[in-house]
């Protein structure tokens, strides 16, 4: 993964509702790498839907101007439960529009070994590489949010981080929060392994911490009223 991101400035994308609102799609294209989380629609589209309206991009025309167009590599949350079927509907569009890997980022959910071998069986059937984060690296951030389990946004922005990129802008990540500052299903998640707080907090850190780490004007207001 080192060596598709060391010295390379990258934006990592999410589906956060309040993306509807900030147009930064030519600040998106600017960075070198792109990488996309889940769909190419933020919420409350449904999760998992890619348009591919066009020949340049899988985000639709009429949204570019909002998220960019540019998609260097794709992370979505259901990754281990793709068949040939899903690869050959979405990995290879994904690859005549740019994409150029995946990402499995969702750790927990490749601890089974039928998933692993379904990741090693796209990766063969479609020659595009699918970067897996290692155990330990989810491991280590669960301890570091006190024995939450981290979203994958989270272990996601964390992981691009140690690939010693140049820059790390990261927008789209509001923690089950939506557009009026309301948790989302707040009594599913809060009661169950993620704590949307403790996630909050760790990215807050993240942008404290590294000079080269910058987010949205949204996600730092949440910084400042945490």
Same mark, same amino acid.
């Given at each position: 993964?080192?060596?598709?991101?060391?010295?390379?400035?990258?934006?990592?994308?999410?589906?956060?509702?309040?993306?509807?609102?900030?147009? =930064?799609?030519?600040?998106?294209?600017?960075?070198?790498?792109?990488?996309?989380? =889940?769909?190419?629609?933020?919420?409350?589209?449904?999760?998992?839907?890619?348009?591919?309206?066009?020949?340049?991009?899988?985000?639709?025309?009429?949204? =570019?101007?909002?998220?960019?167009?540019?998609?260097?590599?794709?992370a979505p949350t259901n990754l281990?439960?793709?068949?040939?079927?899903?690869?050959?509907?979405?990995?290879?569009?994904?690859?005549? %529009?740019?994409?150029?890997?995946?990402? =499995?980022?969702?750790?927990?959910?490749?601890?089974?070994?039928?998933?692993?071998?379904?990741?090693?069986?796209?990766?063969?059937?479609?020659?595009?590489?699918?970067?897996?984060?290692?155990?330990?690296?989810?491991?280590?951030?669960? %301890?570091?949010?006190?024995?939450?389990?981290?979203?994958?946004?989270?272990?996601?922005?964390?992981?691009?981080?140690?690939?010693?990129?140049?820059?790390?802008?990261?927008?789209?990540?509001?923690?089950?929060?939506?557009?009026?500052?309301?948790?989302?299903?707040?009594?599913?998640?809060?009661?169950?392994?993620?704590?949307?707080?403790?996630?909050?907090?760790?990215?807050?850190?993240?942008?404290?911490?590294?000079?080269?780490?910058?987010?949205?004007?949204?996600?730092?207001?949440?910084?400042?009223?945490?």
């Amino acid at each position: 993964m080192k060596e598709v991101i060391e010295n390379r400035s990258v934006a990592i994308v999410g589906r956060a509702e309040y993306l509807n609102e900030i147009e =930064q799609g030519e600040l998106i294209d600017s960075h070198d790498v792109v990488i996309r989380t =889940q769909s190419n629609l933020p919420w409350p589209h449904p999760a998992f839907v890619l348009e591919f309206d066009n020949d340049e991009s899988f985000v639709p025309r009429d949204f =570019q101007h909002l998220f960019g167009k540019k998609t260097t590599g794709f992370a979505p949350t259901n990754l281990p439960y793709w068949g040939l079927g899903d690869g050959r509907r979405y990995i290879v569009p994904l690859m005549e %529009r740019g994409c150029e890997y995946l990402i =499995q980022h969702k750790v927990y959910n490749t601890i089974f070994a039928h998933e692993i071998a379904t990741l090693d069986h796209l990766e063969d059937k479609f020659k595009i590489p699918i970067y897996r984060l290692p155990y330990d690296h989810f491991a280590e951030i669960v %301890r570091a949010l006190d024995y939450s389990f981290p979203m994958p946004g989270t272990l996601l922005i964390d992981y691009i981080k140690r690939q010693n990129p140049k820059s790390l802008y990261f927008t789209g990540f509001a923690c089950y929060l939506d557009a009026k500052d309301a948790w989302l299903k707040a009594e599913v998640k809060m009661a169950r392994d993620h704590k949307p707080l403790y996630d909050i907090r760790y990215l807050r850190d993240f942008v404290r911490q590294f000079d080269n780490v910058t987010t949205d004007d949204k996600l730092m207001e949440y910084f400042e009223t945490i």
